[in-house]
């Protein structure tokens, strides 16, 4: 049975940081691109990071406006794991962050509906 789980959600200010953690089972790991995507009470769920499980022209990873340049997302295939490290968090990062599992290996895309799995959520609180 497939199952992520993600971890590493919590509590913290303004201006601190958090690693959060996805680990995946019962599917092809190093074949699935993998995804963020976290969700504010009363809004959709939109798109956070992704990284493809195959690399091409330098085009690795891609990252919501919103983040890019404090959130990066990584994966170690040999734990079946993949991580989003995030610095210096504001309080519009609150949300419930949820990990997703995309069977195209060939791209890393921000469309939900792309996705084929998802785990339960972490949440992550920032206080301004």
């Known amino acids: 049975q497939v199952r992520l789980v993600e971890s590493g959600g919590g509590l913290v200010q303004a201006g601190g940081s958090l690693r959060l953690s996805c680990a995946a089972s019962?599917?092809?790991?190093?074949?699935?691109?993998m995804g963020w995507f976290r969700q504010a009470p009363g809004k959709e769920r939109e798109f956070v990071a992704a990284?493809?499980?195959?690399?091409?022209?330098?085009?690795?990873?891609s990252y919501a406006d919103s983040v890019k340049g404090r959130f990066t997302i990584s994966r170690d295939n040999a734990k079946n794991t993949v991580y989003l490290q995030m610095n210096s968090l504001k309080p519009e990062d609150t949300a419930v962050y949820y990990c997703?599992?995309?069977?195209?290996?060939?791209?890393?895309?921000?469309?939900?509906?792309?996705?084929?799995?998802w785990g339960q959520g972490t949440q992550v609180t920032v206080s301004s």
């Open positions: 997703a599992a995309d069977s195209n290996r060939f791209r890393s895309s921000n469309n939900r509906h792309d996705y084929d799995y």
């Open positions: 990284v493809p499980a195959i690399n091409w022209s330098g085009a690795r990873t």
């Open positions: 019962g599917l092809p790991f190093s074949s699935n691109a």
